[in-house]
């Protein structure tokens, strides 16, 4: 693998941390440098860090937050 991209995977966890996990990626890299915007890709699709995925899990947490303030509102007017 090139030196400056084994520096870019060293300099983000994430991304060393996902190439462990899939060493296919490796290997890809190692014969097609290029490709280092599709691992950088793939890693936050696989770890759901993308921007979608966080603003699934904001309208989720928003969503029970919503769904327990309900319930304790219609426990008060119930006493």
Known sequence: ??????????AK???QKFI??????YRQ??????????????AL???QQTIPHKVEKI????EMAS???HILRS???ND
């Open 45 to 47: 699709h696989y770890y």
């Open 20 to 25: 462990r996990e899939q060493p296919r990626w």
């Open 29 to 42: 890299l190692a014969r097609q440098p290029g490709d280092l915007q599709s691992f950088e890709l793939a």
């Open 75 to 77: 426990m008060r007017q």
């Open 67 to 69: 769904f327990m303030l």
């Open 59 to 62: 309208t989720s947490t928003l």
């Open 1 to 10: 693998m090139r030196k400056e991209v084994q520096q870019y995977v060293q």
């Open 13 to 15: 966890p994430i991304l």
